[in-house]
Every structure is written in structure tokens, then in C-alpha cells.
């Protein structure tokens, strides 16, 4: 049981300064980033009008979150398009390692999800600033009257915590249930079973959420 609270480092020091590094999480992260790097390639390397088996999934899961980003955002900001299709492809991809023997979830680590929810956060501000304008950006958070201005901030600031942590607690939860109960029954039959389903359901239908949340962000900020 205790690899629940075990956290293998790297401690590096630049300049004088310590730097402290979760090892597993930027290794499983950098599986992720490779994994989409080779499909990417093996996708694109010959396409044709009659598609293979790699262009195929890849043109229906473009075609199904563009016509998501179309149906969110007006035509001056379906540019984020690759952002949400990137962010999709990264979370689920780090949700799906935890199916995989000897490999683990990038995204039960806190920092993770954090960072994608932070990313979001800038990108959707920025994006509110630049199609409305920053005086017009900024008014509304003195509607509908002036002294509301400090909820409407906390209420931003609420987005990154809530969608951060709704992704590390499922991924993070799934992995003690997982880890227990591979204790009480000795891994026999049940958590291969609870492997699969968290993983495989649980870990898409996050990953989906996630970055839908994100796009409606980014649409709430542009309208």
C-alpha cells in the first residue's frame, strides 16, 4: 500500500537553485507526446481518397471535433480547433496508459491536469480580450453591479480548480480503488475488470469532458 504515496524524483540543480521532478509523470508524458507524434506521422505519410486504417480514425476524429468547435465558437475563433483537438488526444491518451501493465496515468499526478486547466484559463481570457476588447473584457466583471466584481473573479479563478481537479480525482480515485482492492483479492480477477473500466470508460469520458469544458470556456469568453 505504500505506492499510494510513493513519488519517484529527479532533483536537479541549475544555477544554484533545486528543482524537484516527478519522474514517472514527465516519462508517461513523454510516452503520450511520442504516441501522438508516430500517429500523427503514420496518418499523414500517404494520404489518398481511399484512406487507410490510421487516416480513417484520424479524419473522423477530426471531422467530429470540428464540427463541435463550429457548433461553440463563431468563425473568427474556430482556430483553437488544434488546441481542442490536441488537449483531447493528450488527456485520453494519458488516461488509457493506466490500462497498460507497468504504466501509469501522467494525469493522476495533480500538476498535470492543473496545467492543461491553467492553459485553458490564459487562452480563453486572452481570447475574450482580443475579440471584445479589453475595456469591454473588463466591465463585465463589474456586472450586474459594481461591487460583484470580486465574486465574478473568484468565480473565474473557480474554473481552473473545478475542472482541474474533477480530472485528477476521477484518474487519481480510479487507481487507489484499483490498488486496494488488487490487495484484498490479490489480483486475481476483479481489478483487471476495474483496470479496463476506468481506464477505458472512465478515462474517456473525462478526457471528453475536460475538453469540452475547456471549448465552452473559450466560447463564454468570445460571445
Do not use: C
Amino acid at each position: 500500500m505504500g505506492d499510494i504515496t510513493k513519488v519517484p524524483q529527479w532533483i536537479l540543480n541549475l544555477g544554484g537553485m533545486e528543482f524537484t521532478l516527478n519522474s514517472e509523470t514527465l516519462i508517461m508524458s513523454w510516452i503520450v507526446m511520442g504516441i501522438i507524434i508516430l500517429f500523427a506521422v503514420a496518418a499523414t505519410r500517404r494520404i489518398s481518397f481511399l484512406p487507410g486504417s490510421y487516416q480513417t480514425i484520424a479524419e473522423v476524429m477530426v471531422s467530429a471535433f470540428q464540427g463541435l468547435v463550429n457548433d461553440a465558437l463563431d468563425e473568427g475563433n474556430r482556430h483553437y480547433f488544434p488546441l481542442i483537438m490536441t488537449i483531447f488526444m493528450f488527456v485520453w491518451l494519458s488516461n488509457m496508459l493506466g490500462v497498460i501493465p507497468f504504466l501509469s496515468e501522467p494525469t493522476k499526478d495533480l500538476n498535470t491536469p492543473l496545467a492543461y486547466g491553467l492553459l485553458g484559463f490564459f487562452i480563453s481570457h486572452y481570447a475574450g480580450i482580443k475579440t471584445k476588447g479589453f475595456k469591454a473584457y473588463a466591465s463585465e466583471y463589474f456586472q450586474p453591479m459594481f461591487f460583484m466584481m470580486p465574486l465574478n473573479v473568484i468565480g473565474e479563478l473557480s474554473k481552473v480548480v473545478s475542472i482541474s481537479f474533477r480530472l485528477f480525482g476521477n484518474i487519481m480515485g480510479g487507481s487507489i480503488i484499483i490498488m486496494v482492492v488488487g490487495h484484498l483479492v490479490y489480483s486475481l480477477v476483479l481489478p483487471p475488470l476495474l483496470n479496463a473500466f476506468f481506464g477505458l470508460f472512465v478515462g474517456t469520458i473525462q478526457a471528453f469532458v475536460f475538453t469540452m469544458l475547456t471549448l465552452v470556456y473559450i466560447s463564454v469568453q468570445t460571445k
